[in-house]
């Protein structure tokens, strides 16, 4: 049982800005008997990532091991940022691609 809103795989993804992200699909009903594959692009509150050493972070300074981030961030009260939702995406891997994308523009925007 997991409490993200989906039953598909969720990957989450160290970013060199400090932010942890996450992309998960999940389904949405296009009509009464139709339903479709869309992916949720967000970003995890409450959690950093050191992208120099790879050691997470909760709560701004507590080291935690990634065992422990698994079971931390698999709790109802887990808060996400969703920022964005894409539908014209058929893949994780295409999801990943976009992934990329979106961390290449921020990167721009961070050190700009």
Do not use: W
């Not at 594959?37 to 990532?49: I, K, M, Q």
């Amino acid at each position: 049982m997991t409490y993200f809103h989906t039953a598909l795989p969720v990957y989450f993804y160290g970013m060199p800005d400090g932010n942890i992200s996450l992309v998960y699909a999940r389904f949405y009903e296009i009509n009464f008997h139709n339903t479709g594959l869309e992916f949720v692009f967000a970003e995890l509150d409450g959690f950093s990532y050191d992208f120099e050493t790879g050691q997470i972070y909760s709560y701004g300074s507590i080291e935690i091991c990634l065992d422990d981030f698994k079971k931390m961030v698999d709790r109802p009260e887990t808060r996400i940022r969703i920022i964005k939702s894409l539908r014209n995406i058929d893949t994780y891997a295409e999801a990943q691609i976009h992934m990329n994308r979106m961390a290449g523009s921020r990167k721009e925007t961070v050190f700009a």
